[in-house]
């Protein structure tokens, strides 16, 4: 089992551009998460997926689109970088979800190896 | 979801106990407490969880105070690959919405020779 895959590890953009990272789980699981990480802060929430054709809003989700695609994949995009989405950003999934039988080990976090990015 | 506050550093010699605690005061009955912890550069690993039973695993033991107020993440033998942050979050059950788990800024434990 892969896990959680994210692409790409690494990314450099000028401002303006746009671009989309990818993450996929191979876990059956219903939610899909984006975090971003700067330095020396925690993790804080960018956007959530509670099962496949929704999502909703985390703590800053400005300037920044997802798609749940499928169960599989949840995607974050960038439309027009600025440097301050200069992060590192995570993908994480977990079993618990809309509609499904939720016990305590259902709302563990499996988190992906993380995607750098870096705007000029 | 339940606060918590950690430490913002802790230090630890290798080979001894490490002894990562956490405060949750304002705990609701049906919370559990969640440890995960992140090495440099890496995504965060999931250590334990639990509700008011002392639990224990491969990783760690999680120590949850009869009024659950707070608890300890134990290490029994710490390794330098041990140096990492530790996070403490309280979470119940989904109730229908999605898992909106926060972290804050945790606790970074350096093991030390």
């Known amino acids: 089992n892969a896990g959680v895959t994210q692409t790409p590890k690494f990314q450099v953009l000028k401002t303006g551009q746009s671009m989309t990272l990818q993450c996929a789980q191979d876990?059956?699981?219903?939610?899909m998460y984006w975090y971003r990480q700067d330095p020396g802060m925690g993790l804080r929430l960018i956007y959530y997926s509670a099962s496949e054709g929704t999502t909703d809003k985390g703590e800053v989700p400005n300037g920044y689109n997802v798609s749940r695609l499928n169960k599989r994949e949840f995607s974050l995009r960038l439309e027009s970088a600025a440097p301050s989405q200069t992060s590192v950003y995570f993908c994480a999934s977990s079993e618990a979800g809309l509609g499904v039988y939720r016990h305590s080990g259902a709302n563990v976090l499996t988190f992906g190896a993380g995607s750098r990015l870096t705007v000029l | 979801d339940a606060k918590t506050t950690q430490p913002t550093s802790m230090d630890c010699a290798e080979g001894r106990a490490a002894n990562l605690p956490c405060n949750h005061s304002t705990i609701s009955g049906n919370e559990y407490v969640y440890w995960y912890r992140q090495i440099h550069s890496q995504g965060p690993q999931y250590i334990i969880h639990?509700?008011?039973n002392n639990e224990t695993n491969e990783m760690a033991s999680l120590i949850i105070t009869e009024d659950r107020k707070s608890s300890t993440l134990i290490l029994p033998h710490a390794t330098l690959r041990d140096t990492a942050v530790y996070y403490c979050?309280?979470?119940?059950?989904?109730?229908?919405?999605?898992?909106?788990?926060?972290f804050g800024t945790g606790t970074r434990l350096q093991v030390t020779l």
């Open positions: 876990m059956n699981h219903n939610s």
């Open positions: 639990g509700l008011k």
């Open positions: 979050i309280v979470r119940a059950p989904n109730t229908g919405t999605a898992s909106k788990l926060t």
